[in-house]
């Protein structure tokens, strides 16, 4: 099993609002209900660690006056919280729109993710040994990521950057990384920091990966991930399933990556994709997280055998 998972990250207070349509510019809708979870992709990655077996430490910073709430959902799913800080600020809040389609859209007010104390990310990272795991996003400002990779590396463990959401400038990108994830969008988004063409996602996760010094994982939603080690590319088939909400599916994928980080990558990636797979088929973001018996399920279901069936005769049907 892999080491500890330690997440450096933001820590959301969401509410969902389902809805027929997303809105469009000037147009005013109704959502059908409202729902209020835990969020943001630090804290969901976390989570997905956590349900997956990995232990794991959250290091972010929540509202003094809100907080608390959001601690106790953490530790509610054996995520550790003790570098997890208390700021005058409110703690990062998300609207969440989602439509009949499964489509969303998300507005992110960082609030307490902005911030984040860099003596508690320095001594959690610190901290780290070879073997451990360290995951960060992009919801919280890229010195303090740049800070945690460059303090766990020096110590020995693995860093995975999930370049999400999509860096807009050359000094939002993370050095020390051993693994970048991104979907298509935030693949070309790095390539063009990089002084790259976008010229697909092959091409794209062979040059980023050159220029970064990194291995690559590339998420295509239903068309699987391509992963990128070694100068080797390699896809891995995501599983057929009726999507309802994909919210929080790339940060199941992520923290289920970084919990099965001591298998083959190919392999840690088809379990990250089952888990993302599961995930958009319920409702919400935290909440729609399997646990890892559902993900082994999934999993075991996938490569059973089809059997033909028999005709009464003891023959099989040709």
Not at 45 to 72: E, H, I, N, S, T
Not at 270 to 281: I, P
Request: glycine share 10%; net charge negative.
């Amino acid at each position: 099993m892999t080491g500890r998972v330690t997440v450096v990250g933001s820590v959301n207070a969401d509410t969902s609002l389902r809805l027929a349509a997303l809105p469009k510019p000037g147009e005013t809708v109704l959502a059908r209900e409202a729902a209020g979870s835990l969020g943001g992709k630090g804290a969901n990655q976390a989570v997905a660690a956590a349900r997956a077996g990995a232990r794991v430490r959250m290091v972010g910073a929540v509202g003094r006056d809100d907080g608390a709430p959001l601690a106790g959902a953490l530790a509610a799913e054996d995520v550790d919280t003790a570098l997890l800080t208390r700021s005058e600020r409110p703690s990062g809040r998300a609207l969440v729109l989602l439509d009949d389609a499964g489509e969303n859209s998300i507005i992110v007010v960082p609030g307490a993710n902005a911030a984040l104390d860099d003596d508690a990310v320095r001594r959690a990272c610190a901290d780290l040994s070879p073997g451990d795991v360290l995951v960060l996003q992009h919801e919280i400002p890229a010195a303090t990521s740049r800070l945690a990779a460059a303090t766990a590396s020096a110590a020995g463990a693995a860093v995975i950057w999930n370049a999400a959401p999509a860096p807009v400038r050359a000094a939002d990108l993370v050095e020390h990384v051993d693994l970048l994830v991104v979907n298509e969008h935030e693949l070309g988004a790095v390539a063009r920091l990089l002084g790259l063409e976008p010229a697909g996602a092959e091409a794209d996760v062979a040059a980023v990966a050159a220029r970064l010094g990194t291995d690559v994982v590339c998420t295509l939603g239903a068309a699987g991930a391509l992963v990128y080690r070694s100068g080797a590319h390699v896809r891995v088939a995501a599983p057929v399933v009726t999507a309802v909400d994909t919210t929080a599916a790339g940060d199941t994928f992520v923290g289920y990556l970084a919990a099965s980080w001591h298998l083959p990558l190919s392999e840690a990636v088809r379990r990250a994709a089952q888990a993302g797979a599961l995930a958009v088929t319920r409702h919400g973001a935290a909440p729609s997280i399997p646990t890892r018996a559902e993900v082994e399920h999934g999993l075991a279901a996938a490569a059973a055998p089809t059997l033909t069936p028999a005709t009464p005769n003891g023959r099989n049907h040709p």
